[in-house]
């Protein structure tokens, strides 16, 4: 049995088609569907049952693909085990947040592929909640403040942000000071997330509404910027519109606690040395010069 042949299978049974396992791979979908071929034949049953949509696991590919997976996580393991020390090679597939992604954490891993050069990196730029396990990464960076999950998280860094509106929303609904008055303004959310402040010594939890949503921290200052409402985002997302006066802070006397930079995992004993050394790397870039400060 070709360990390339399993690991094939495992791309496409996670992925949900050959196409998306090929580009995980980086070689042709002719080459995945070879390889599931000869791994169908030398196990004598069907793993998968192709349809339009894709492809299903069947009863005897889900029972395999468990084995399978954990057979390469073993191979992963082996494979760093026995390169010397400093080296990294493989693939790294990274989910890493659109906003402020390309500008602040790309020239790091820019960084990181300079330094390894056997290393084959993958970035995926989405604010976009990514499921680490069903797509395939091997890590993700995400900002702000983290739910819970069975993920682990390794925090590589501060994030700074403030309540912000513009001078038109404030002269027409004025400018919310309480956390009773918050409650009432319209707010630029990417969901339906809670807003975390500070009451004195103590965290506050706020439920805002509104009727603007996105999934895009620049998107939600251009609509703050249009007078829609109050929005909490980043001090690097918005310093440009402080500057210029088209927003202004607001709920000074409630700001929100610092927020994290995070490397995120699936759960596991230990991370693996290209997790590692990307959040080392983070953490050595970040203490030098905290972009998200």
């Not at 680490?132 to 739910?147: K, M, N, S, W």
């Amino acid at each position: 049995m070709d360990i390339e042949d399993v690991i094939a299978f495992v791309e496409v049974a996670d992925a949900g088609g050959v196409s998306a396992a090929a580009r995980r791979l980086g070689v042709s979908k002719s080459i995945v569907s070879r390889r599931l071929i000869r791994l169908e034949v030398e196990l004598g049953v069907q793993l998968l049952a192709r349809t339009t949509r894709g492809a299903a696991l069947t009863e005897a590919g889900n029972t395999f693909r468990d084995h399978a997976a954990r057979v390469r996580a073993e191979i992963d393991a082996a494979k760093e085990t026995i390169l010397p020390a400093g080296e990294l090679s493989g693939r790294l597939r990274i989910a890493v947040p659109l906003s402020f992604g390309p500008t602040h954490f790309a020239p790091i891993l820019a960084e990181m592929a300079r330094r390894y050069p056997q290393l084959h990196i993958y970035t995926a730029y989405s604010d976009r909640f990514v499921d680490l396990i069903a797509e395939g990464f091997d890590c993700a960076i995400r900002v702000g403040y983290l739910e819970d999950s069975d993920l682990i998280a390794k925090r590589v860094g501060p994030i700074y942000g403030k309540l912000v509106a513009s001078p038109d929303y404030i002269e027409a609904h004025g400018a919310p000071e309480t956390l009773d008055e918050l409650i009432a303004h319209e707010a630029l959310m990417q969901g339906t997330e809670t807003w975390q402040l500070m009451d004195g010594d103590e965290i506050v939890t706020v439920h805002p509404r509104g009727r603007f949503k996105a999934d895009n921290g620049t998107a939600l200052a251009v609509a703050a910027a249009a007078g829609l409402g109050v929005a909490w985002l980043p001090d690097c997302v918005i310093h440009q519109y402080l500057a210029s006066g088209a927003l202004v802070p607001v709920m000074t006397r409630h700001p929100p606690p610092s927020a994290g930079a995070y490397v995120v995992r699936p759960p596991g004993q230990h991370p693996s040395r290209k997790v590692r050394a990307l959040t080392e790397l983070l953490i050595e870039r970040l203490e030098e010069n905290p972009p998200l400060a």
